[in-house]
């Protein structure tokens, strides 16, 4: 019986290319649904009626939202490339820090760009990012996952992409390599594995998409 | 940083609590339901010991598990950690399979991102936005409702992740009654959480928790004497 995954999704959005990552990670063959977010298709709702978002991960005719939770469903359905480490410690350390990015990193970045790099937002922001800029530093270690991507990675990935093509469109400055040389190394690296590579959308997208969400007249 | 280290022998188990907070309490009853000895600290969070700032840097909050000196932040990252570090004894809190485990844990952030923030927005607000919280509040516990339709315990036959993670919502809803005369749900509109919450407050590791629900009434009172209502 052949395995049926469909992912209903936005192509800008930083949490459905989460799941598209750990899909491509996977090798996984997948169908995505694009959604219109303003239209959004009876399956949705269906699918997600308490929150009615993207992404949604449907394997089999069974839905599974929330982007972490579904990256973590697709580490342990299918084995493969590891996402997530076997050791109890190892794997709780990897869930705090997906939380702390969608927590703290991840509203205090927001901020500061929908309030145009604001000087307290962006200060705010600074404070937020710091934590991974330390968590990389104090533990010299390439990807979040050590020498390999891994759950708090694929968090990050708007970090590593999406921040930058907020910087262009607005003409803010946000991720400074002087204040985080070893995220914006990170950055480099994280956009250029593979499975992240194929799975991120178009940055000229990007950029047209948060000069007109954003941008001012 | 802390680097962690083989773990034979005595098992060293800590926990920094307070006495009031739901996210500490769904980790002392995850303990005491795998029989885990282990010891509490409680804190005053407002003069947090150097200890709690060490172990917790970033949020410097409670609960923190210490397990053979090795901290663990955050509660829902804490109970998985328990149920993947002592397997089975007795018994697991998640289950085995993948979409059920995916969908405890869609639920628990449910608990944790939807409505425990808008249930204390009904406890703590006034006027119209009391009303507002209250009226979100019981749009989100009807999905909870509905989650027990076919079920003894949230997490199924018997107790687990899903019941500690809203385990909140079965303790403090009589105390609440009793000390505020806020009524959230009533057995006519919402018979399946009634239900829920006197077998969940039965089950004997959670019933032997500290504080029980005299303790809390009379806690709560205290606090609501003192803000001279």
């Known amino acids: 019986m052949a395995d049926e995954v469909k992912l209903h999704g936005v192509t800008g959005s930083p949490f459905v290319c989460r799941a598209v990552i750990a899909l491509n990670l996977k090798g996984i063959k997948y169908e995505f649904v694009a959604e219109d977010l303003s239209n959004k298709s009876a399956d949705l709702l269906k699918y997600n009626p308490v929150y009615k978002k993207v992404p949604v991960l449907v394997h089999n005719g069974n839905p599974i939202s929330e982007s972490l939770v579904i990256v973590e469903y697709i580490d342990e359905v299918w084995k493969g490339v590891p996402i997530l480490p076997q050791d109890a410690y190892e794997k709780a350390q990897a869930r705090f820090w997906a939380k702390v990015i969608d927590d703290k990193c991840l509203p205090a970045v927001f901020k500061a760009v929908s309030s145009h790099g604001e000087e307290q937002a962006v200060a705010e922001a600074h404070e937020a990012l710091q934590f991974l800029e330390n968590e990389l530093k104090v533990k010299g270690i390439k990807f979040f996952g050590g020498d390999n991507i891994n759950l708090v990675d694929i968090a990050a990935t708007f970090v590593a992409f999406w921040i930058g093509a907020a910087e262009e469109a607005l003409g803010i400055e946000v991720l400074s390599k002087h204040k985080f040389p070893k995220l914006t190394e990170w950055s480099d690296n994280y956009v250029n594995c593979q499975a992240v590579k194929e799975s991120l959308p178009p940055r000229e997208n990007l950029v047209a998409f948060f000069k007109k969400r954003f941008g001012k007249a | 940083?802390?680097?962690?280290?083989?773990?034979?022998?005595?098992?060293?188990?800590?926990?920094?609590?307070?006495?009031?907070?739901?996210?500490?309490?769904?980790?002392?009853?995850?303990?005491?339901?795998?029989?885990?000895?282990?010891?509490?600290?409680?804190?005053?969070?407002?003069?947090?010991?150097?200890?709690?700032?060490?172990?917790?840097?970033?949020?410097?909050?409670?609960?923190?598990?210490?397990?053979?000196?090795?901290?663990?932040?955050?509660?829902?990252?804490?109970?998985?950690?328990?149920?993947?570090?002592?397997?089975?004894?007795?018994?697991?809190?998640?289950?085995?399979?993948?979409?059920?485990?995916?969908?405890?844990?869609?639920?628990?952030?449910?608990?944790?991102?939807?409505?425990?923030?808008?249930?204390?927005?009904?406890?703590?607000?006034?006027?119209?936005?009391?009303?507002?919280?209250?009226?979100?509040?019981?749009?989100?516990?009807?999905?909870?409702?509905?989650?027990l339709s076919e079920k003894k315990f949230l997490s199924g036959e018997s107790v687990g992740f899903l019941d500690l993670v809203f385990g909140w919502l079965a303790e403090n809803s009589r105390p609440l009654e009793v000390v505020t005369g806020l009524k959230l749900f009533d057995e006519d509109s919402f018979p399946n959480l009634c239900a829920w919450r006197d077998k969940f407050l039965e089950v004997p590791a959670i019933k032997e928790s500290w504080p029980d629900q005299e303790t809390l009434i009379a806690k709560y009172q205290e606090i609501n004497l003192s803000k001279g209502k």
Request: charged fraction near 30%; glycine fraction near 2%; proline fraction near 7%.
């Open chain 2, 1 to 147: 940083m802390f680097k962690k280290s083989v773990n034979k022998g005595m098992e060293k188990v800590k926990l920094f609590a307070t006495w009031s907070s739901p996210f500490v309490k769904r980790i002392i009853w995850a303990l005491k339901l795998k029989n885990i000895e282990h010891e509490i600290i409680y804190e005053d969070l407002a003069n947090k010991s150097p200890e709690l700032l060490k172990y917790n840097p970033i949020h410097k909050k409670v609960p923190v598990l210490v397990h053979n000196e090795i901290p663990i932040c955050e509660s829902l990252v804490i109970l998985e950690y328990i149920d993947e570090t002592w397997k089975d004894a007795p018994r697991p809190l998640l289950p085995k399979d993948p979409l059920d485990k995916a969908n405890q844990r869609f639920w628990a952030k449910f608990s944790d991102d939807q409505v425990l923030p808008s249930f204390y927005g009904y406890i703590m607000k006034q006027g119209n936005e009391k009303e507002e919280a209250k009226e979100t509040t019981l749009a989100h516990l009807k999905r909870v409702e509905q989650l």
